[in-house]
């Protein structure tokens, strides 16, 4: 009797000694998989591959239903990282990406001191954070506060269906863990965005370089004539910036550029890119753009402008227009070197801009030449 039941106990430990043995290899599996992931996530060198690879690897890793991520992009920096890709943003955003124009929505969801909180999912706190996925699928989140320098930046998110993957009061040490390594592989990527973008970023006006300019034009010269899109081109001068400079100083000069600047980017969409070509002058690409729609938005843009006169330090406001000439991209079958397609396109939108000039300034003058082929044809 005693020999079967120590027998009993015995077979009882071996099945217990087994079930941790495979607890454990589980968790060295689970481990290993997981130190994979942050080593990913630390070598990413560009935004678009971090986020991706929040969004997408990690949703399969940690087998959870859905992910979400919420970054702070009060000055709209993050958007403008994107403009030379906008597909990426939109499918980013499809897949849980989420921009704030400000941390408050944070702030009211992670109290200080900021640690990952864990619990029930619950419709009207959280249905603002995930798809559009009904409420009987997602039982427990697990929100990770993105936090650097004492400022959220942002907030991940993991929505399970099982209610007892996230309940209230598990440990949250590898949670805290993930949180710091993608707080700070956000800052960092970041900051690799912004040198990338200072050399191609006109530093008194912070819309794009001619370099940066030259680059795009090729990119959608392709584009358009791949798929037979139209291709716009603007370019845009203010009027007597010389009797400004000469009349104002060139303090005045410096701020009507930036004036400008910002009131072009005001009216584009995202996609579009505008660029300081030199001195007075700025150059805009309009993709998939009309000649008419065009025209339009290139008297939107001089309409702004013109309404919009500088204030002088010393009172008063000094009043500004500027000439803009509009250009579509055409395609001559004889020339096949994108470089002279790109420098076609360009000409052309400088001859009608000196047609404007000649025909009285502040006005909007588009290139025609029936004679040619177009990629709206």
Request: a neutral charge; charged letters at 25%.
């Amino acid at each position: 009797m005693l020999v079967d039941q120590l027998k009993a106990e015995n077979e009882a430990l071996r099945r217990q000694l087994d079930s941790l043995l495979a607890a454990a290899r589980s968790n060295d599996e689970k481990m290993r998989r997981f130190d994979q992931l942050e080593q990913a996530l630390i070598a990413a060198d560009t935004l678009p591959a971090l986020l991706q690879l929040l969004l997408g690897e990690y949703r399969s890793a940690f087998g959870v239903e859905q992910i979400s991520l919420s970054l702070v992009d009060r000055e709209g920096e993050l958007r403008r990282l994107f403009e030379g890709d906008p597909p990426a943003l939109v499918a980013l955003m499809q897949t849980g990406l989420r921009l704030l124009d400000s941390a408050a929505p944070l702030q009211q969801m992670h109290e200080l001191p900021w640690k990952p909180w864990l619990g029930p999912y619950q419709s009207v706190r959280h249905s603002a954070l995930f798809d559009e996925v009904p409420a009987r699928v997602l039982r427990s989140v697990a929100l990770l506060p993105l936090s650097r320098h004492g400022q959220l930046i942002g907030s991940l998110h993991f929505g399970s269906a099982d209610p007892q993957r996230y309940e209230s009061g598990t440990g949250t040490h590898f949670l805290e863990r993930l949180s710091a390594i993608t707080a700070v592989c956000l800052e960092s990527t970041l900051n690799q965005e912004r040198v990338k973008l200072a050399g191609l970023t006109d530093a008194l006006t912070g819309v794009h370089n001619r370099r940066y300019f030259e680059h795009r034009q090729m990119v959608e010269i392709s584009l358009a004539i791949r798929y037979r899109h139209p291709l716009a081109c603007m370019f845009l001068d203010v009027d007597h910036f010389k009797r400004i400079n000469d009349g104002h100083g060139h303090g005045a000069g410096d701020a009507v550029l930036r004036q400008m600047g910002q009131l072009i980017q005001g009216q584009l969409r995202l996609g579009d890119t505008i660029a300081r070509w030199g001195g007075e002058e700025f150059v805009v690409l309009l993709p998939r753009t009309h000649a008419a729609h065009a025209a339009e938005i290139a008297e939107r843009i001089r309409v702004a402008i013109a309404a919009r006169p500088l204030p002088l330090p010393g009172g008063g406001s000094l009043p500004v227009t500027a000439s803009i000439g509009v250009a579509m991209l055409r395609i001559d079958p004889k020339l096949r070197e994108p470089r002279l397609i790109a420098e076609g396109l360009l000409k052309q939108a400088d001859q009608a801009l000196y047609a404007a000039k000649e025909g009285g300034r502040n006005r909007v003058v588009r290139d025609v030449d029936p004679g040619s082929f177009t990629a709206t044809d």
